[in-house]
């Protein structure tokens, strides 16, 4: 099993209010990554991070931010939810390229629900 | 640009039975390629890669995989299906100057008892 956690695993909540998925890893990993995926469906990379303070957007517009102040912590924040926004956030790892680990490892995944 | 295809949603087997999901990819310069499972309601969870080398690459849970360069095909198998195979499985491509993993659409393998 992969050292990565996500909470909450399941939230429901009303239109305009301000969330924020946790995700860490003890795995130290320098790279992690947040993608969105409708049950059983493809996953689309909305955010993604090389290392402390390195934070990308992935191909999915979005209208979350991330933040990257601990390699182990990664978190995703929503300003303002809305119900377009329910969906599977799951959250993943990857060790630095240098190391010839290139696979991510994924989280359990947080299911929310946007009233 | 990078891609990822698996021509299958669905593949239905026999328990027992030999399996395979298919998935070709395109990317410029050399692959890293990837199979993943997906069990309802929980995250991914890696099963192969390959990097170089030998062609057919064996990962987690009896499955296997061969890399086929000129055919572009990283199609995952397993010699004898089981029920608790039945799962959503994924296939990712990344090249070697890259960063970004494409992952495919995904195929639903069920097993039947």
């Known amino acids: 099993e992969a050292d990565i956690y996500q909470t909450p695993r399941y939230l429901v909540i009303g239109t305009g209010k301000k969330i924020t998925l946790e995700c860490s890893q003890t795995?130290?990993?320098?790279?992690m990554y947040w993608y969105q995926q409708d049950p059983g469906m493809e996953l689309h990379l909305i955010h993604y991070s090389y290392g402390v303070n390195s934070t990308e957007k992935g191909d999915l517009s979005s209208e979350s931010t991330v933040s990257r102040i601990r390699t182990e912590h990664f978190p995703l924040t929503l300003e303002s939810a809305r119900p377009s926004h329910t969906s599977q956030y799951l959250c993943?790892?990857?060790?630095?390229?240098?190391?010839?680990?290139?696979?991510?490892?994924f989280g359990p995944g947080t299911r929310l629900t946007v009233t | 640009a990078q891609s990822v295809a698996q021509p299958e949603d669905q593949v239905n087997v026999a328990e027992g039975n030999p399996l395979t999901v298919k998935c070709t990819y395109s990317?410029?310069?050399?692959?890293?390629l990837f199979w993943y499972v997906q069990y309802p309601n929980r995250g991914l969870q890696f099963l192969l890669k390959?990097?170089?080398?030998?062609?057919l690459v064996k990962g987690s849970y009896g499955f296997e995989a061969e890399f086929n360069k000129s055919q572009t095909s990283f199609h995952l198998k397993k010699p004898s299906a089981l029920v608790s195979d039945s799962a959503l499985y994924f296939c990712a491509v990344r090249n070697t100057g890259g960063f970004k993993t494409i992952f495919g659409a995904g195929t639903r393998l069920f097993v039947k008892a």
């Open positions: 990317v410029s310069g050399n692959p890293y």
């Open positions: 795995m130290g990993h320098d790279k």
């Open positions: 993943a790892s990857s060790a630095s390229g240098t190391s010839g680990k290139y696979e991510q490892y």
């Open positions: 390959y990097i170089t080398g030998d062609n």
